[in-house]
C-alpha cells in the first residue's frame, strides 16, 4: 500500500508514536495505583477501547484509500480505451 517514498515516513510515525506511550507508562501506573487503588482492569479496558478505535480507523482510512484508488484506476483505463473498443465494436 505505501511506496517507497513514504515506508520512511510511516516507520517514523511508528517509532514516535512509541515514544509517546513510554512516557505515558509512568501516568498510568499513577493511574493504576492512585485513582483505580491497584485494580488495572480500568486501565486495561481504557488501553483495550483506545487500541480497538485506533485500529478500527486505521483499516478503514487504508480500505477508503485504496477503493479510490481502484476507482481512479478504472476511471484512466476508461479513458484510455477508444470509442470502438469501449462498446465492444472492433472496425
Known sequence: MFGFATVGKVYGLIICLSGFS????????????????????????????????AGVTLVAFVW?????????ELE?????ADERTRFGVRC
Open 22 to 53: 513510554n512516557f505515558a507508562q509512568s501516568g498510568v501506573d499513577a493511574l493504576t495505583h492512585g485513582t483505580f487503588k491497584d485494580d488495572p482492569v480500568p486501565v486495561n479496558v481504557i488501553l483495550l477501547v483506545t487500541a480497538f478505535v
Open 64 to 72: 477508503s484509500q485504496s477503493r479510490g484508488q481502484e476507482r481512479e
Open 76 to 80: 484512466a483505463e476508461a479513458e484510455e
